[in-house]
């Protein structure tokens, strides 16, 4: 049936249908002709004609097997086009009846390369998932209806349309149009958009072409108790994380060598990554080697908006096109490659027959297959499918050489289960298991957890927040890498935070039904800590209070520093 799920298939097939019919019909009444001497060329066909729309009134004479098969088909013929033509034209019908009973879904606004991938992600993935697109003609609602994925064409800014995919009892809704305006605007609009009395928060995922804008507004669906939470997201920001942590090793006491070819804006998110990471653990700066034709302007613009990147690099600049490169540049850079080796060269060019083209050159010049050389590609089909293995699919052509497909990456179910909301609630729950462990207890990692003990973490990070603003603090990106934080609490303040927090916990517990006992029974749900802030005991308050001082150190691993209003 999979040949069938295709409109265009079907359709193809029902014209055949009627182009065999039609000639066994002709050919049967021109066989019958001997038994009607009377019946011109015009009357045949004629009477065939009398067989498509049903009319059929027999010709006089026998009926032969041709007649005998045409006769029966006719119906099935007219049946299966019927059903095919109202497919078509109440399709939109068929697809908001089947809608609704839909639930905790996902919405995919904008299907682009990029929401088509993750649409088809989510739904691989196992979770219900609906697309929508203004172009009803467009690849992506074609590429979704044929994996059975319930798609809707329509303007997602329009409440009326969020309404029909059942957006009320959505749980999450992703705007991946290539407008930055068109995304702010959907979001907008889900605001508008009630929700039902016993549906889950809804998570509004915004990607921003503006990675500068989206790191300002990555902390503004934070805290609160709104029903709809927006989180902005930039998929450069989130493919930088992600290349990094699969091929970069930082380790401390070394001194690690970045190579990024390309200063677009996946080649700069690396780069600050990267200097974050090192800026935690490192003694003394990042080197790195930067290659693009506007590499000065750029790095100037990247140390304007990230001041801690002054002291945080040591970097190299080659200003030159790949394109088209100067012989002297080349040298040098051969030069800078043999006399400080790197630990990672990504090649992130925005054009990728020109990256890969690139990759190989500098592959071919280290000549060291443990030197990662780390090419950024569409997706694993195409250009890089052809360097990636040899013709048996066996060993690696070029050892060293690595595809990073930036969409395969990026929009994926992984997509829906990062965010900041979620980078602060798994940090503040990684702290937790430390500390645990330092009092000989073992907990669950974060991937054991329950949806509900994952949310009660989320719940936390919303409270830090909260309680950061109740206090005169604020969240902001982060500008000041490793060393002392920006702000320390006093105190007063570390005292304050911890009751909130605290408080928070216990009324959370409380609804929860965990009730108050001496020893701690998580599966009776009973705790000794089930108490005012007041009659904590010591250790307890210790605990709390510790926690509270090392949030400017979590709060810096997920990109955020703590500023006073």
């Not at 989180?231 to 380790?251: C, I, K, P, Q, Y």
């Not at 653990?281 to 034709?293: F, H, K, S, W, Y």
């Not at 800590?529 to 307890?540: G, N, S």
Request: hydrophobic fraction near 45%; aromatic fraction near 6%; charge should be negative.
């Amino acid at each position: 049936m999979g040949f069938l799920s295709d409109e265009r298939r079907r359709w193809y097939l029902l014209a055949a249908g009627w182009v065999v019919l039609i000639f066994l019909g002709f050919t049967g009444f021109m066989a019958q002709k001997a038994a009607v001497e009377d019946r011109t060329l015009l009357d045949n066909l004629y009477l065939t004609l009398q067989l498509a729309v049903l009319s059929y009134g027999g010709g006089g004479g026998d009926l032969n097997w041709r007649l005998e098969v045409a006769r029966f088909a006719a119906p099935l013929m007219a049946m299966g086009t019927l059903f095919q033509a109202a497919s078509v034209v109440f399709r939109e019908q068929f697809e908001r009846y089947r809608l609704s009973s839909f639930r905790g879904h996902t919405v995919v606004c904008g299907l682009g390369a990029s929401g088509t991938r993750l649409a088809l992600s989510l739904a691989q993935d196992g979770r219900p998932v609906i697309g929508v697109d203004q172009d009803a003609n467009g690849s992506g609602i074609a590429a979704l209806r044929a994996h059975g994925i319930p798609t809707l064409a329509g303007d997602p800014t329009d409440p009326a349309v969020l309404r029909a995919v059942r957006l009320e009892r959505a749980s999450s809704l992703v705007a991946l149009c290539t407008s930055d305006a068109t995304n702010v605007a959907i979001a907008t609009a889900a605001r508008r958009v009630p929700r039902q009395r016993r549906a889950v928060d809804l998570r509004c995922s915004v990607h921003l072409e503006d990675a500068e804008l989206t790191e300002f507004l990555r902390g503004s669906g934070l805290g609160g108790d709104e029903t709809v939470r927006i989180e902005f997201f930039n998929m450069h920001e989130r493919g930088a994380r992600a290349l990094v942590a699969e091929h970069l090793v930082l380790e401390p006491g070394t001194t690690p060598h970045l190579v990024v070819v390309g200063l677009g804006q996946l080649g700069r998110a690396v780069l600050l990554v990267a200097a974050q990471e090192w800026a935690e653990i490192g003694d003394g700066p990042l080197t790195a080697t930067l290659v693009d034709r506007e590499v000065a302007s750029r790095m100037q613009a990247l140390e304007m908006q990230h001041p801690g990147l002054v002291e945080a690099v040591t970097a190299r600049l080659f200003t030159f096109d790949v394109e088209a490169p100067s012989r002297d540049g080349l040298e040098e850079l051969t030069k800078r490659l043999a006399e400080v080796p790197p630990r990672l060269v990504a090649v992130v060019l925005d054009e990728e027959s020109t990256a890969l083209a690139t990759g190989l050159f500098l592959h071919r010049t280290i000549d060291d297959p443990t030197i990662p050389v780390v090419v950024r590609t569409r997706g694993d089909a195409g250009l890089g499918a052809s360097v990636r293995m040899d013709d048996e699919g066996g060993e690696a052509r070029f050892p060293g050489l690595r595809l990073f497909p930036l969409l395969d990456r990026t929009c994926s179910p992984a997509l829906m289960d990062g965010g900041v909301r979620e980078e602060l609630a798994r940090a503040l729950y990684e702290d937790h298991l430390n500390r645990a462990a330092a009092r000989g207890v073992v907990d669950p990692a974060w991937s054991a957890l329950t949806d509900d003990e994952r949310e009660t973490a989320r719940e936390a990070a919303d409270g830090l927040i909260d309680a950061l603003d109740e206090n005169g603090f604020e969240l902001l990106p982060l500008r000041h890498w490793g060393g002392a934080p920006a702000v320390t609490f006093t105190a007063d303040e570390t005292r304050r935070l911890a009751e909130r927090d605290h408080n928070r916990w216990r009324a959370r517990r409380g609804s929860d039904g965990w009730r108050y006992g001496n020893v701690r029974d998580a599966r009776e749900k009973v705790t000794p800590q089930l108490v005012p802030w007041d009659e904590l005991a010591p250790e307890w308050q210790e605990y709390n209070l510790t926690r509270v001082q090392a949030m400017p150190t979590i709060l810096a691993r997920s990109g955020f520093e703590v500023g006073r209003h």
